[in-house]
């Protein structure tokens, strides 16, 4: 079956998806992107997503496309036209296709377009089983990564530099050593006093939806949880560390720039959690 998409009220074949060549998103990353979890055909915190997309629309002003409700139903349409059970559904906005200048174009409406695919939940839990070699990059993004905009290039020179070293991922390090984000998740260690530690909010990083339901379940367990920076030396030396994303769920790491953590196993503290985070998302779904 052909995938299909979804393009400013259109479903078409994947193959055939386009979008304006003067797209602001194209030419100027002036656009924000959200990805959902779909277990067994539903959407995984739909309703963080969809506060953070607000809020990200919000502040680059780029007005909303449908309402809510409108938009739900787009999003289960995509869901069931690629007979989606377990997989992931994308979503971008821009601010729409309009002459090239750098002042934001007026009587211009947004483009949306949405995809969606499959996901084997078997080779991500083997992954998880096994764990994730990672390296450190310094953190090159700009000073808005609260906002998610599609404009991730230092993301992809990042990861790419990972791959190339034959890791997995990357944790981004800014100038004072410390450890801010994956690159495409939120980080956490298990110190050695069994506290969960990850980057404050207030420091400039994406407020993961993920991340939130994982501290909600955090909440109803007797494991510590302080929201503050860490140190590669920190992590280097913890008893665990993990990233968790709506992509990757709870993805513990084993290794970071050749150093293994711990005994180089995935710990107990982020193979729980990881399973409470599954169990929470299907019940709620």
């Not at 990059?137 to 998610?148: E, S």
């Not at 890791?167 to 410390?178: E, H, K, P, Q, R």
């Not at 720039?257 to 409470?276: C, E, F, N, Q, S």
Request: overall charge neutral.
């Amino acid at each position: 079956m052909s995938r299909i998409a979804y393009v400013d009220g259109r479903y078409v074949r994947h193959a055939d998806a386009c979008v304006h060549i003067e797209d602001r998103g194209y030419q100027f990353a002036d656009a924000v992107y959200e990805v959902w979890s779909v277990f067994n055909g539903r959407l995984a915190d739909t309703q963080g997503h969809l506060d953070r997309l607000d809020r990200s629309l919000n502040e680059l002003r780029i007005e909303t496309p449908m309402s809510r409700s409108a938009l739900l139903v787009v999003l289960y349409e995509v869901i069931r036209r690629n007979r989606i059970k377990d997989g992931m559904v994308y979503l971008q906005v821009s601010r729409g296709a309009a002459p090239r200048d750098h002042f934001f174009p007026v009587g211009v409406r947004p483009t949306l377009v949405i995809t969606a695919r499959s996901v084997d939940r078997k080779a991500a839990a083997t992954k998880a089983e096994a764990g994730i070699k990672v390296i450190t990059q310094p953190d090159i993004r700009w000073g808005r990564c609260d906002i998610k905009t599609v404009g991730l290039l230092p993301n992809v020179l990042a990861k790419q530099a990972a791959k190339d070293a034959g890791a997995s991922d990357v944790l981004l390090v800014d100038s004072d050593g410390l450890i801010t984000e994956g690159g495409s998740a939120n980080a956490y260690i298990v110190d050695q006093a069994g506290v969960i530690r990850t980057r404050s909010l207030t420091a400039n990083i994406l407020a993961g939806i993920t991340r939130a339901q994982l501290l909600k379940i955090l909440g109803t367990t007797d494991i510590q949880l302080k929201e503050e920076a860490f140190s590669v030396a920190e992590a280097l030396g913890a008893k665990e560390v993990f990233v968790t994303a709506a992509t990757s769920l709870v993805m513990p790491i084993v290794d970071i720039d050749g150093h293994k953590i711990a005994d180089g196993k995935p710990g107990p503290v982020a193979t729980a959690l990881r399973a409470a985070y599954i169990e929470n998302a299907i019940a709620n779904a």
